[in-house]
């Protein structure tokens, strides 16, 4: 990545993040809806604690970076980015309960859990994951219906049974919380658990842009490239990271004894097989020519990433 690429692909994420909490904050107010009732103070609150206030809003960048090659208008990619962060953001905090991972540090404060309780953390949860359906199916997303039907659809998929609620039961399995420990297809878990929403985010730009069957199949796989980097990258960081520059506790995997990349491939390993990862997914982009730079800057980021 040359300087002139890497300062525009930082200025381009810290714009989308920006506006990606603005939208968030918006769309997590205390104003009622038409249908609803009441919005309760503690449970507004608990969405937004974990919902705002950070994050390199990741998801929803790819989403508007993989629309703008089709040159979708950005306010409706920031909205279906605002539904993918949703789900993001619940998996984290129903990840965090003490039934799961029983984390206590998330981006530098106490996970939801610890800072209210485990009923008002699931319940949050559950909130901004009905609400993340909520926004991907509103008339402003897409004049035609059509393309807010496979929108939800595909959201549906990637973060459920065969997605990443599917994979975190298989990472549960994995540790052994129901009997004996059962073997980890490490690649499927993640290509489920983590890389599935990864992926969702750059096929979002291609549905919303309604590409050629060509293009979908290569943002698609430049997805499925990007989330497994993601994912030993974060296995790495687990191994090698300082937990004050992440901001959540390390060596987490090992104390759960589960399989990772780094545990199957070795340090090295795992290094060199990013490197093979980002040729696939620079590899995926050729079709777009000049308009796939800041993706595979994307891509570059997340395999150098410290945080």
Known sequence: MTTATATDFAKRLDQTAEDTEALLAKLLSDTLLPDEIARPK??????RYSTLGG???LRPFLVVESSAVFGVPREAALLAGAALECIHC???IHDDLPA??????RRGRPTLHKKTDDATAILAGDGLLTLAFDIITRDELHNDPTVRLLLTRALARASGIGGMVGGQMLDLAG???FGDR?????????????GALLRYGCIAGAILGQSTPAQYQALDDYGRALGEAFQIADDLLDVEGDAAALGKQTGQDAALGKTTFVTQLGIDGAKQRVRDLLAKADSA???FGAKGDVLRAAARFVADRKS
Do not use: C, W
């Not at 503690?42 to 969405?47: I, T, Y």
């Not at 059962?182 to 983590?194: F, G, H, I, S, Y």
């Open 182 to 194: 059962e073997p980890v297809d490490v690649a499927r878990l993640q290509q489920m658990k983590t």
């Open 42 to 47: 503690r449970l507004m609150e608990a969405m």
């Open 175 to 177: 540790e052994g919380r």
């Open 90 to 92: 619940y998996s984290l």
């Open 55 to 57: 994050g390199k809003r």
């Open 285 to 287: 982009l050729s079709i």
């Open 100 to 105: 799961m991972d029983n984390s206590d540090l």
